[in-house]
């Protein structure tokens, strides 16, 4: 079962099987480069294992799509290199970026956990927006 909160503005958290996944997403305008058509945000994750069942982190799948409709996939083992095992009440953080060839974009994905009986199952990470301020103001 799902839960999808927004804890406060600019932190989006879903929980999935007693694992919550809270982003908060972050525009690097000095790292952007409006004339190049180049965006860039970092985004910061938190694992938090709430359940009663120690788990790892296996893989990860981003589905990101830019305000064009261009879909980027990105998939993987781990994430930021590490494959983190999470206890009863454990939580992990890491950060990472990603940049866009538009003002604006959206991401969502999951990772793949495996629990300690070997069972293996997705957590989905909340869908979340990136906001730049050169970002087109029309309806879409």
């Not at 985004?43 to 296996?58: A, C, F, M, P, S």
């Not at 893989?59 to 830019?66: A, V």
């Not at 866009?100 to 495996?114: D, K």
Request: net charge negative; no cysteine.
């Amino acid at each position: 079962m799902e839960h999808l909160a927004q804890h406060s503005e600019g932190v989006y958290a879903l929980t999935t099987r007693s694992i919550t996944i809270s982003v908060e997403p972050e525009f690097l305008d000095e790292h952007s480069d409006l004339h190049e058509h180049r965006f860039v945000w970092a985004y910061h994750v938190r694992i938090e294992n709430q359940g009663l069942q120690t788990v790892q982190l296996k893989s990860r799948y981003w589905h990101i799509t830019d305000e064009m409709g261009r879909v980027q996939e990105v998939s993987g083992a781990g994430v930021i290199g590490e494959q983190p095992t999470l206890k009863p009440g454990d939580s992990f953080e890491y950060s990472s970026g990603t940049p866009l060839g538009t003002a604006s974009g959206i991401m969502q994905g999951h990772y793949v956990m495996m629990a300690e009986n070997g069972e293996t199952f997705e957590v989905a990470i909340p869908v979340f927006s990136l906001d730049s301020p050169y970002q087109s103001r029309l309806l879409h």
